[in-house]
Nanobody
Framework: QVQLEESGGGLVQAGDSLRLSCAASGLTFSPYPVGWFRQAPGKEREFVAAIRWSGLTHYVDSVKGRFTISRDNTKNTVYLQMNSLKPADTAVYYC?????????????????WGQGTQVTVSS
């Protein structure tokens, strides 16, 4: 059974940093693309970042230069380093894994999802 578990969320002030982690069990991360999405109250789930097996990364424009996605295959974990956080970044953050490739910015490209971790940024 494949499970993804996010951690690292919390309540921070604008300008602070957080690092989210996504740990997998039941399979090895390394061959598969992994993405981060977020969902704010009343809004649709939106793409944040993704990393392919090659290390190639993708970001939504609103987080470019502030967020960094990375992976540690030895720990079977993917990270999302979030710097210069803004109140607009407040959301539940989800990690997801795709069994195949694809454009990776669509929720439909992913096969497995974690339960999410809350990030709240106060002004």
């Amino acid at each position: 059974q494949v499970q993804l578990e996010e951690s690292g969320g919390g309540l921070v002030q604008a300008g602070d940093s957080l690092r989210l982690s996504c740990a997998a069990s039941g399979l090895t991360f390394s061959p598969y693309p992994v993405g981060w999405f977020r969902q704010a109250p009343g809004k649709e789930r939106e793409f944040v970042a993704a990393i392919r097996w090659s290390g190639l990364t993708h970001y939504v424009d609103s987080v470019k230069g502030r967020f960094t996605i990375s992976r540690d295959n030895t720990k079977n974990t993917v990270y999302l380093q979030m710097n210069s956080l803004k109140p607009a970044d407040t959301a539940v953050y989800y990690c997801a894994l795709a069994r195949s490739g694809g454009l990776l910015y669509r929720t439909g490209d992913y096969d497995y999802w974690g339960q999410g971790t809350q990030v709240t940024v106060s002004s």
